[in-house]
């Protein structure tokens, strides 16, 4: 029995327009009709070269931290960051990000333990460089929060406000020890004005011409944040809205943000977070002439970690389908926390 369809062949109607033919000669479901025949016309594939494993270590411990809100996510001990590291490598990983996390009592209102040699973030850039060398990207966080009491990513002055510039020379100080520590890449993340050109400068002056900046172009004030900041036992008091992106915006900003990005030197940008601002990342795409990633944060991986525990949905499809449409929208690179995982199924 055929089936009627509005609108078909002769009716005049959007199924008859461009199409000779029209229904039933045009069947859309014959490239869907089997597994195989799905998997040779699909448009848009991740490849697990395209995806970078952020990771974080902690000093002071003896066993890896499991982060509450991230299920299947630890806080890792040197040892386990190597091995981390290294599955990484043979799963075919393109990238890691690491994130240092110091004791509280090594925190202090600049961010000491962020340049000091010996802080945690860049004894594990030591560490991961050793264990398995070029085989991997290595990606080191920019950023002073972690490594501040107060938790903001920058110096505050006197009234409790962000120095944008004072914090610019804290960031020349720490880009050149995580170089110096093993870093192939370095990711500016606080969104101070001016910051790649700053550490572009600072960089090339001492001899790292050849170190690339993954810029946090649009990071955006998300409540999506929240367990990123267990996992790097943030302190931050009050908000970052005056550095961060507003929600609210539309891609105006953003793209003034990458064209100042662009022009001061930045070898690869970035939207952060993922899902809800994939209208910025198809504007990055088609605007951008260097590689565009976004970052899957925290608490998008925490949503489907939980529905998935719940029953709610299936936990591995969500993942595959996520990452996907991160490709679509234009991505080349794709932080995420499952990047391991879903190196091995790719």
């Not at 944008?164 to 020379?169: K, Q, V, Y």
Request: hydrophobic share 40%.
């Amino acid at each position: 029995m055929t089936a009627h369809v509005p609108g078909g062949a002769g009716a005049g109607g959007v199924g008859s327009g461009a199409v000779p033919g029209g229904f039933p000669s045009v069947r859309p479901r014959r490239l869907r009709t089997t597994p195989a025949m799905r998997r040779m016309v699909t448009e848009h594939r991740p490849h697990p070269a395209d995806l970078i494993l952020p990771v974080f270590v902690r000093d002071g411990i003896s066993e890896p931290v499991p982060v509450s809100s991230m299920p299947g996510v630890v806080q890792h001990t040197r040892e386990t960051l190597k091995k981390a590291a290294s599955e990484a490598v043979r799963a075919g990983v393109g990238g890691i990000m690491i994130y240092g996390v110091p004791e509280e009592a090594d925190k202090d209102a600049v961010g000491t333990a962020g340049t000091d040699p010996e802080g945690i973030l860049q004894v594990a850039l030591r560490d991961v460089r050793a264990e398995v060398g070029d085989d991997i990207v290595i990606m080191s966080d920019l950023c002073l929060d972690e490594t501040t009491d107060h938790g903001h990513c920058g110096v505050l002055d006197a009234q409790g406000r962000i120095d944008n510039d004072a914090t610019l020379e804290r960031y020349a100080e720490m880009a050149r020890v995580q170089v110096e520590a093993g870093a192939h890449v370095l990711g500016p993340s606080g969104m101070m004005d001016g910051q790649i050109g700053y550490v572009r400068r600072a960089l090339d002056k001492a001899g790292h011409q050849d170190v690339a900046l993954f810029a946090y172009t649009a990071k955006y004030a998300s409540a999506f944040y929240g367990p990123f900041r267990e996992a790097v036992g943030s302190s931050l008091k009050g908000d970052r809205n005056t550095y961060q992106q507003n929600p609210a915006n539309n891609a105006r900003e953003a793209l003034r943000e990458l064209s100042l990005d662009a022009a001061e030197g930045a070898d690869m940008v970035m939207v952060k977070p993922g899902l809800p601002y994939l209208d910025i990342l198809r504007d990055f795409a088609e605007r951008a002439e260097v590689p565009v990633g976004v970052y899957q944060i925290s608490g998008e991986y925490a949503m489907v970690e939980a529905a998935a525990q719940n029953g709610w949905i299936d936990r591995d499809r969500a993942i595959m389908e996520t990452l996907t449409s991160f490709k679509r929208a234009g991505a080349n690179l794709i932080l995420t926390y499952w990047a391991t995982e879903a190196a091995g199924k790719l």
